[in-house]
T-cell receptor, first 111, second 114 residues
Framework: QKEVEQNSGPLSVPEGAIASLNCTYSDRGSQSFFWYRQYSGKSPELIMFIYSNGDKEDGRFTAQLNKASQYVSLLIRDSQPSDSATYLCAAVGGSQGNLIFGKGTKLSVKP | NAGVTQTPKFQVLKTGQSMTLQCAQDMNHNSMYWYRQDPGMGLRLIYYSASEGTTDKGEVPNGYNVSRLNKREFSLRLESAAPSQTSVYFC?????????????FGPGTRLLVL
């Protein structure tokens, strides 16, 4: 069973700090990875995607991929209370080659 | 441009009743998906349609059927609802047939089966 694992949290950080969200995946053949943000009672929305080893930066967000360690992370710099949400990690690699989602990490940014 | 829309927003069913969840997108996307999200389980793929005229089973298809009515619309039907189908259902779409494409999600339908 191909899996994407995330710490469910909650992860609590003070406003202005760096939030670090981690994800591991079991399918060594997975090549593409996504981070979605989901506010309570709302639908998921894409934050970042990453295909290559290394870092990818977009504003306050940085995605990091290490295929050898089967590890993906999302760093949020200068965290804001509006970043408080559940962050879903997803990897392409299901039985149909589909997206496999982790259960999500709940982030709380305290003012 | 409404993106992905879903109806109804909320529904209560009794065990054994049937219903159809509707989904439509106005982004001219080729691929559409149905997921369910349960506490502690994450998003799981029920069915998907890579393009108009095709549908395929996902990870958890049992108890569901789908119809890709046209390029815009993709419906999910529960023929005989069971309490285990209590969940939040999300429809999503993406531009092309590749799983690497970004998926855009609708607002969700909250279903309670008593």
């Amino acid at each position: 069973q191909k899996e994407v694992e995330q710490n469910s949290g909650p992860l609590s950080v003070p406003e202005g700090a760096i939030a670090s969200l981690n994800c591991t995946y079991s399918d060594r053949g997975s090549q593409s990875f996504f981070w979605y943000r989901q506010y309570s009672g709302k639908s998921p929305e894409l934050i970042m995607f990453i295909y290559s080893n290394g870092d990818k930066e977009d504003g306050r967000f940085t995605a990091q991929l290490n295929k050898a360690s089967q590890y993906v992370s999302l760093l949020i710099r200068d965290s804001q209370p509006s970043d408080s949400a559940t962050y879903l990690c997803a990897a392409v690699g299901g039985s149909q080659g589909n997206l496999i989602f982790g259960k999500g990490t709940k982030l709380s940014v305290k003012p | 441009n409404a993106g992905v829309t879903q109806t109804p927003k909320f529904q209560v069913l009794k065990t054994g009743q049937s219903m159809t969840l509707q989904c439509a997108q106005d982004m001219n996307h080729n691929s559409m998906y149905w997921y369910r999200q349960d506490p502690g389980m994450g998003l799981r793929l029920i069915y998907y349609s890579a393009s108009e005229g095709t549908t395929d089973k996902g990870e958890v298809p049992n108890g569901y059927n789908v119809s890709r009515l046209n390029k815009r619309e993709f419906s999910l039907r529960l023929e005989s609802a069971a309490p285990s189908q209590t969940s939040v259902y999300f429809c999503a779409s993406s531009p092309a047939r590749s799983w690497e494409e970004t998926q855009y999600f609708g607002p969700g339908t909250r279903l309670l089966v008593l």
